[in-house]
């Protein structure tokens, strides 16, 4: 294993979108029929991205073989986009927030320690 950062990272990430998916008997009662389908959709989607990152992250930590800047920043980019909302409009307390953060910021870590 060439860069442990990485491996935290995924599976930081990998933890905030299981985390994330435990609310998800929340979101089905918010509405009926089509529309608490669709919010469930939309529930979904974020865990399914955050795990593509993991396994991207993951990969990357075994492999020995380092992501190039841009990879990275765009994989980082993923949980930011949720994390940076998350903390400023619905609760800036909130732990799924910081896990996302965290996991961003260890991936960058890895990218720039081990370059």
């Given amino acids: 294993m060439r860069s442990p950062f990485f491996l935290l990272a995924g599976l930081l990430l990998l933890a ?15 509405m009926e029929g089509v529309q608490g389908r669709t919010i469930t ?3 979904i989607a974020p865990a399914i991205g955050w795990m593509a990152v993991s396994a991207f992250w993951t990969y ?3 492999s020995g073989e380092t992501p190039s800047w841009s990879a990275t920043l765009v994989t980082a980019a993923i949980p930011l ?7 400023t409009y619905v609760a800036p307390t909130h732990p799924g927030g910081y896990m996302l953060i965290a996991a961003s910021t260890l991936a960058l870590v890895a ?4 370059s």
């Fill in 81 to 87: 986009a949720v994390a940076i909302p998350l903390a």
């Fill in 111 to 114: 990218k720039k320690r081990f």
């Fill in 60 to 62: 990357h930590a075994f």
């Fill in 16 to 30: 905030t979108a299981i985390f994330h998916l435990t609310g998800l008997s929340m979101v089905g009662g918010w």
């Fill in 41 to 43: 959709a939309l529930w």
